[in-house]
């Protein structure tokens, strides 16, 4: 994709959602990385609402360190990996209590150190609660970069980096959130939704799939 139309492509995106958020559901940064964890394989929905059960019992290191892996697991049964996952964020919150005094760590090296956090994990975490201009590339933006040819690759590795030149500084901050929405709502990965596409006319990606019946 030419700069130009890099630049057109965030411009767009910026003007139908200006403030990009998560749509993980949370109130702390240590809410927020407990919440990203237990997303792998899951969608923000259904951790949403294990969180809603959770968080209200449990919503700190201390208090999750106290209830153990046994004690979270009905709270998220809901969700894949439960029990892989809640031995992660089990430790993870021990971690904290150990190394950060309970904080969430604004260092990709102590992020990354923690029990099931990698680098999607941190680049969300310091992305969201750090402002830094991360850009943590799941299913959903690995399928837009390409798609678009945005940002081309064939592993998440090469896709982040090719982004992190190829998007421009003044949208690097909100990148992250725009791709994922693109791709969860619209971009989709079986039937990309090209009828309603803001940058459809930017995108290489052929054929562009028709409007459903009805909705022309």
């Known amino acids: 994709m030419k700069p130009a139309d890099r630049q057109a492509f965030f411009a767009r995106l910026q003007q139908a959602n200006p403030a990009p958020t998560s749509e993980l559901s949370y109130s702390s940064p240590y809410e927020l990385l407990v919440a990203v ?43 894949g990996l439960f029990r892989t996952k809640a031995r992660n ?51 959903h933006v690995f399928r837009v970069s390409n798609r678009t040819k945005l940002a081309p690759g064939k592993t998440v590795g090469i896709v982040e980096a090719k982004l992190m030149k190829a998007v421009p500084a003044d ?15 619209v971009c989709k990965a079986r039937t990309p939704e090209c009828w309603h596409c803001t940058v459809a006319d930017l995108c290489p990606y052929k054929p562009k799939t028709p409007a459903p019946a009805g909705l022309e």
């Open 37 to 79: 964890i237990l997303s792998a394989q899951a969608t923000d929905l259904s951790v949403n609402k294990a969180m809603a059960r959770l968080f209200p019992v449990a919503n700190t290191p201390q208090a999750i360190v106290a209830m153990g892996a046994d004690g979270i697991e009905p709270y998220i049964k809901t969700i």
């Open 89 to 139: 964020v089990v430790a993870m919150s021990r971690q904290l209590l150990d190394l950060h005094d309970g904080r969430v760590p604004a260092d990709r090296a102590s992020l990354e150190a923690l029990p099931g956090v990698g680098r999607k994990t941190a680049n969300v975490i310091l992305n969201v609660v750090f402002g830094a201009h991360t850009l943590a590339v799941d299913t």
């Open 171 to 185: 949208f690097l901050f909100g990148a992250h959130h725009w791709l994922i929405l693109h791709g969860r709502h």
